[in-house]
């Protein structure tokens, strides 16, 4: 009865490489949300997936960073030529169903924390 | 657009009451949440209220609800040192929200 989970937990880059986040949702989760967490910051929204469709994207920066949630396989979050100010952790959250008209519940992960030396 | 705000940091004494503090700007919310994140992990859905309530309780935890002036709170009774953690009030936004919108979190220090 695994939850969501995520890998790397831990991923050190360098300036201008790339780096791969990979979230797979509990299993019956269709929905996949991405969160980011800047040190001594709250979770800032960043998209929402479904299987092989963005629904909302608002929350992610306009270059370098994109989202896909395949029809088979986990969802990855990918950001090219990194920068120091992209180090946070990176957290993966699935539901079953959109969240709006219910209670909403998230099932986190436990989280990728990016390192950019 | 919405806003959510909490104080960062909360120290207390073991065996004291915990009470953590949120606002927030949207009205048309329909439910609020208090999520836990302990160190170097992810965050636990603690519990949630709707927005027609003003009070929710649940063993050692009581939610109360001011919908007038955007007010959350969540106390913690007899609060133990397993309770230190990371506490974030959430909302979703308007009727059509298809994700959560967090607060900055509260660091709470149980003090044994």
């Known amino acids: 009865n695994a939850g969501v989970m995520q890998n790397p937990r831990h991923l050190v880059r360098r300036r201008g490489q790339e780096a791969r986040l990979r979230c797979s949702p509990m299993?019956?989760?269709?929905?996949v949300y991405w969160y980011r967490q800047l040190p001594e910051e709250g979770l800032k929204f960043m998209v929402y997936?479904?299987?092989?469709?963005?629904?909302?994207e608002s929350g992610m920066p306009k270059e370098r960073f994109s989202a896909e949630f395949p029809k088979e396989g986990p969802s990855i979050l990918r950001i090219q030529q990194v920068v120091r100010g992209d180090s946070a952790a990176y957290f993966c959250?699935?539901?079953?169903?959109?969240?709006?008209?219910?209670?909403?519940?998230?099932?986190f992960g436990e989280g990728s924390r990016l390192t950019v030396l | 657009g919405e806003d959510v705000e909490q104080s960062l940091f909360l120290s207390v004494r073991e065996g004291d009451s915990s009470v953590i503090n949120c606002t927030y700007t949207d009205s048309s919310s329909t439910y609020l949440y208090w999520y836990k994140q302990e160190p170097g992990a992810g965050l636990q859905l603690l519990t949630y209220i709707f927005s027609n309530m003003d009070m929710k309780q649940d063993q050692r935890l009581t939610v109360l609800l001011n919908k007038k002036d955007k007010h959350l709170s969540l106390r913690i009774a007899d609060t133990q040192t397993g309770d230190s953690a990371i506490y974030f009030c959430a909302e979703t936004q308007g009727t059509g929200a298809n994700n959560l919108f967090f607060g900055t979190g509260t660091r709470l220090t149980v003090i044994p």
């Open positions: 959250a699935s539901s079953p169903r959109r969240t709006s008209g219910n209670t909403g519940e998230l099932f």
């Open positions: 299993k019956g989760h269709s929905h």
């Open positions: 997936l479904q299987k092989e469709n963005i629904i909302d």
